[in-house]
């Protein structure tokens, strides 16, 4: 009797669970098509990018993008007037020279 209490508890609990998991998988913006056929696992490893990406868009960038494009940007690039450039990255400390010269004819 003890055990037959356990197993009904036990698929109750199951129902419930994968009642919740199809109702999360309806919110997905996904064809039905599509979330009527995903696993629990999918379920949540999409529901998880899909606020990842909501709260991406709700709050603008991250902060180490603003940190990444600040290095990038920090990499100067200058001309001469004589056709060669020269590069200096801040990140590397190193700088390098070419010459572009004109083929003249």
């Known amino acids: 009797m003890r055990k ?3 197993r009904d508890a036990a698929r109750s609990r199951r129902g419930k669970e994968n ?4 109702e999360l998988a309806k919110m ?3 064809p039905p098509a599509i979330t009527s056929q995903l696993d ?3 379920i949540i490893r999409l529901t998880i990018s ?3 990406l909501k709260d991406f868009s709700s709050n603008g960038d991250p902060p180490w993008i603003k940190e990444s ?3 990038i940007t920090s990499a100067h690039s200058s001309s001469s007037s004589h056709g060669s ?3 200096t990255s801040s990140t590397t400390g190193s ?3 070419s010459s572009n010269k004109a083929n003249k004819g």
Not at 19 to 22: A, G, L, R
């Open 4 to 6: 037959e209490k356990s």
């Open 19 to 22: 009642y919740e998991f199809y």
């Open 28 to 30: 997905l913006p996904l």
């Open 40 to 42: 629990k696992a999918s």
């Open 50 to 52: 899909f606020l990842r």
């Open 69 to 71: 494009l600040s290095s």
């Open 85 to 87: 450039s020269s590069t």
């Open 95 to 97: 700088s390098s020279s």
